[in-house]
C-alpha cells in the first residue's frame, strides 16, 4: 500500500462539476492499494500517516502531525500508485488490487480514518473509481510516499 501525502493550506476533489469533498490546511492523500495489500497494511498506513510530523512546531521545526494540528485529511484512491514504472515507456498495472477488492479495502480505510482522526480534525474523500479533479496549493511545498 503507498500512500502519497501533500501537505497543503487547503485541497478540494470534484466529481461531474461538483465539489464532494474538501479541507482547510491539512493532508491531502492519494492512496495507491497494491495485490498484496490487507487490512494490517491499512492499519499500518494509517498510523503513520497521521502521526507522520511533517507541520511546523513553535520554533518552525517539523515536529508536529496532521493529528497534532487539528487539521483535515482529503483520501483519495489512486489506481496509478499502484503501477509498475521501472521497465519501458508504459505503465503497466499488475500488480494493482483488482477494483472490487480494492475499494473494499478503501472503505476500510475511510472507515478506519474517520474513526481515529474525525474527533481531531475534518475527514473528506474521493468517489472510488471516478473520474476526479483534484485541487490543492500543497504548502511548502512538502509531499512525502509512505508505504505499508
Not at 495489500?37 to 496532521?66: C, G, T, W
Request: charged share 25%; hydrophobic share 45%.
Amino acid at each position: 500500500m503507498k500512500g502519497l501525502i501533500q501537505r497543503t493550506s487547503h485541497a478540494n476533489v470534484v466529481v461531474a462539476g461538483e465539489i464532494i469533498g474538501e479541507i482547510e490546511q491539512g493532508l491531502l492523500l492519494l492512496l495507491g492499494i497494491e495485490k498484496d495489500d490487507d487490512k494490517a497494511k491499512a492499519d499500518k498506513l494509517l498510523d503513520k500517516m497521521l502521526a507522520y510530523r511533517i507541520f511546523a512546531d513553535d520554533e518552525q521545526r517539523m515536529n508536529l502531525s496532521v493529528s497534532d494540528i487539528g487539521g483535515g485529511v482529503l483520501a483519495i484512491s489512486q489506481f496509478t500508485l499502484a503501477a509498475e514504472t521501472k521497465k519501458g515507456l508504459r505503465p503497466g498495472f499488475s500488480t494493482a488490487m483488482p477494483p472490487a477488492q480494492a475499494e473494499e479495502l478503501y472503505d476500510y480505510f475511510m472507515a478506519q480514518l474517520k474513526l481515529r482522526h474525525q474527533a481531531v480534525g475534518k475527514v473528506a474523500a474521493g468517489s472510488f473509481g471516478a473520474d476526479m479533479q483534484v485541487s490543492l496549493c500543497n504548502d511548502g511545498p512538502v509531499t512525502f510516499m509512505l508505504q505499508a
